[in-house]
């Protein structure tokens, strides 16, 4: 299942402690056929357990425009200016470890929360606060409802549905939610789900303590999320930009420019761009991808002109995404569901 997938990543990701990058120019120049440099100490010596992997990373036109994966913990409160979040986390927890990347399809890992070093509680667990980009997501799923439902058809067997711990709203807004339990483990997982900006965006609680777990959705209450979240329709406007999947096609682009990749040509670069009131891209954010791709995609942007989009006759700002090179593999059917002819 994916939230266990994206907990043994997140396990995987904190024994190696953070990335550090780095070699300097200076030690990139006195290497001798790519391998030991004549000047060792002119090296940047990365810290033990740490893994220097280059390839595709995500990255973005400018940083003062807010990206999913740009949250952080301050005096013991999550906020995430591009989602809307506030989540003021329960007493003497923390976040110790930052996500990765996000994937290829979409994935994003925004916070892991777990008890801190002077946490006197009983029990244990943990909160990972997850988001599903909608448009270049995998599976089939068009809205955070059929990403629990989806998420629940496909439990494992050793894996038990219990009652969910959610009805109604949660600080005011719907959530759909599911929860499981592994007799096993004798561990229990609560998923607790809405859609803001055409993400599904997921806080999923594990405990062995149901009773904690009841206090941590009783402590969501005191978050503060934006007016359009909700499991099925979380689709931007107000002090967001209306986002619309598939947006980039013959009928609103005035002009276009195709760029032309040839180093790593045959990998999908997932991009969300952000069209201004005019028609021009303003803000271009790549999920994945390769600093030549970056630099390719990023100058065809630029010529890029739209159709200014109208919402109650006046021009919006509007948030799509677009996949260059490679194409997705077409997202499995439901259970019962027949495959789509094209």
């Known amino acids: 299942m994916r939230s266990r997938f994206l907990c043994s990543v997140l396990v995987f990701a904190s024994s190696l402690g953070s990335p550090a990058w780095a070699q300097s ?3 990139q120049s006195s290497t001798k056929n ?4 004549e000047n060792p100490s002119a090296m940047t010596k990365v810290p033990t357990g740490v893994i220097l992997v280059k390839g595709a990373w995500s990255s973005a036109s400018d940083s003062s425009t807010p990206v999913p994966e740009g949250g952080s913990v301050t005096d013991n409160v999550f906020t995430n200016t591009y989602f ?9 927890w923390t976040e110790k470890y930052k996500g990765p990347p996000p994937s290829d399809s979409g994935s994003y890992v925004l916070a892991q929360i777990q008890p801190s070093d002077d946490y006197k509680g009983p029990s244990r667990g943990n909160i ?15 809205n955070a409802v059929d990403l629990t439902a989806y998420e629940k058809e496909n439990l494992q067997s050793d894996y038990k549905l219990e009652p969910s711990p959610v009805a109604g709203k949660i600080a005011g807004r719907p959530f759909t939610s599911f929860a499981y339990w592994s007799p096993a483990a004798e561990l229990h997982w609560y998923v607790l789900a809405t859609e803001i900006r055409c993400h599904a965006v997921e806080f999923i609680l594990t405990s062995r303590d149901t009773k904690l777990l009841g206090s941590f959705v009783e402590d969501m209450n005191k978050m503060q999320l934006p007016a359009e979240a909700s499991p099925d329709k979380g689709e931007g406007g107000g002090a967001f930009p209306v986002c619309i999947k598939d947006y980039a096609n013959e009928e609103n682009l005035i002009a276009r420019v195709d760029p032309i990749l040839t180093d790593h040509r045959y990998t999908s670069v997932p991009v969300r761009i952000i069209i201004d009131k005019n028609g021009k891209v303003k803000h271009i954010h790549f ?3 390769y600093p030549d791709q970056t630099k390719v995609i990023t100058d065809a942007l630029a010529e890029w002109k739209f159709k200014p989009y109208l919402k109650d006759g006046q021009p919006v700002e509007v948030e799509t995404g677009i996949l260059f090179g490679r194409p997705q593999i077409a997202p499995a059917p439901r259970k019962g569901q027949k495959p789509s002819v094209e």
């Open 128 to 142: 990972l606060i997850t988001a599903q980009d909608l448009f270049f997501t995998s599976l089939p799923t068009t």
């Open 287 to 289: 999920l994945s991808a």
């Open 25 to 27: 120019a200076a030690g």
């Open 84 to 92: 809307g979040i506030t989540y003021p986390l329960p007493k003497n």
């Open 34 to 37: 790519g391998d030991v440099p």
